[in-house]
C-alpha cells in the first residue's frame, strides 16, 4: 500500500507533523509551496485574507499525481480558520484521485475554525472519501496519544483501501 503526504508548512509545525506521520506509517512526503513566497507580513494579512476566501494559490509542484497511491494524507497549518492557499492550490493540483482515500490534519494556535469540514468538500467533491480529520493546536503538536490517533487513522485507511 502507497501513502502520499501532501502538505504545506510555513513555520516548520505542519513539516514536522507530516515527518512523523511518515516516520510511522510511511509514505512519500510532497511540500507544496507557494510559487510566490509569503513574508512575515504577507502570510498574516494577504494569506489570511486569501484562505478565508478560499483561495487557491499557484503552487510547486503545479500538478500532483497521486494516481499510484492508495492513500493521501493532506497537512495544513491553519490560517484565519481555514487551510492556508497554498494547501487549496494542491487541492485544485490533484490528478488521479478519484476513488482514492484521504485523512487530513491541521495545525493551528488554538481552534481550526472550518478548515477540516471545508478540505473534506473540496476532496469529495473530486471523488475522494476522506476517511480521517485531526486537528493539532499548540499544546498538543507533541501529544503521543493525539500523534497515535492520527497514525491509526492513517493505518486503518490504508488497511481499507
Not at 89 to 112: E, M, N
Request: with cysteine; net charge positive; hydrophobic share 45%.
Amino acid at each position: 500500500m502507497t501513502t502520499c503526504i501532501i502538505y504545506h508548512s510555513y513555520t516548520g509545525i505542519t513539516r514536522g507533523i507530516a515527518e512523523k506521520v511518515q516516520a510511522a506509517c510511511g509514505g512519500d512526503l510532497v511540500e507544496v509551496r507557494p510559487v510566490r513566497e509569503y513574508t512575515a507580513l504577507t502570510a498574516y494579512t494577504v494569506g489570511c485574507y486569501r484562505a478565508r476566501n478560499g483561495t487557491a494559490d499557484p503552487i510547486e509542484p503545479a500538478n500532483i499525481d497521486v494516481s499510484a497511491c492508495d492513500l493521501v494524507v493532506i497537512g495544513t497549518p491553519v490560517w484565519a480558520w481555514r487551510a492556508t492557499p497554498p494547501i487549496n492550490g494542491a487541492i485544485a493540483a490533484l490528478k488521479g484521485c478519484q476513488g482514492k482515500r484521504a485523512v487530513l490534519f491541521a495545525t493551528c494556535g488554538a481552534q481550526t475554525g472550518d478548515t477540516l469540514p471545508i478540505l473534506a468538500r473540496a476532496l469529495q467533491s473530486k471523488g475522494v472519501e476522506v476517511a480521517g480529520q485531526i486537528a493539532f493546536n499548540s499544546k498538543d503538536l507533541d501529544d503521543p496519544v493525539k500523534l497515535n490517533v492520527l497514525f491509526a487513522a492513517v493505518k486503518a485507511a490504508r488497511e481499507r483501501a
